[in-house]
Nanobody, 125 residues
Framework: QVQLVESGGGLVQAGGSLRLSCAASGRTFGNYAMGWFRQAPGKEREFVAAVSGGGRSTNYADSVKGRFTISRVYAKNTVYLQMNSLKPEDTAVYYC??????????????????WGTGTLVTVSS
């Protein structure tokens, strides 16, 4: 089992920044691709960003490219999402996810093995 705990959400003005953290416990951190997803009120969950198990590959949704950066620190078993130039449309609950397979995070979210409970990000205009 892998437990994922997100933190770092909050209220920020448009144009501001936040850094989300996801602490992972359980099995070997490096064996898992890690990702961030978000779900806005009344909308479906959507992919935001992912980083491969080895950390060499990253992928971003078009809506966040150039503004968000995903990274992972193996010594801390933690993955981060640095969010800059935030917009009101970034308001959502952000979820951390982990899966052994890179392609599952990118293309088959319903099959992702582990999810966190989410952290709320609210961007005011």
């Amino acid at each position: 089992q892998v437990q994922l705990v997100e933190s770092g959400g909050g209220l920020v003005q448009a144009g501001g920044s936040l850094r989300l953290s996801c602490a992972a416990s359980g099995r070997t951190f490096g064996n898992y691709a890690m990702g961030w997803f978000r779900q806005a009120p009344g909308k479906e969950r959507e992919f935001v960003a992912a980083v491969s198990g080895g950390g060499r590959s990253t992928n971003y949704a078009d809506s966040v490219k150039g503004r968000f950066t995903i990274s992972r620190v193996y010594a801390k078993n933690t993955v981060y999402l640095q969010m800059n130039s935030l917009k009101p449309e970034d308001t959502a609950v952000y979820y951390c996810a982990a899966d052994p397979l890179w392609n599952t995070l990118l293309r088959d979210w319903s099959a992702v093995d582990y999810w966190g409970t989410g952290t709320l990000v609210t961007v005011s205009s």
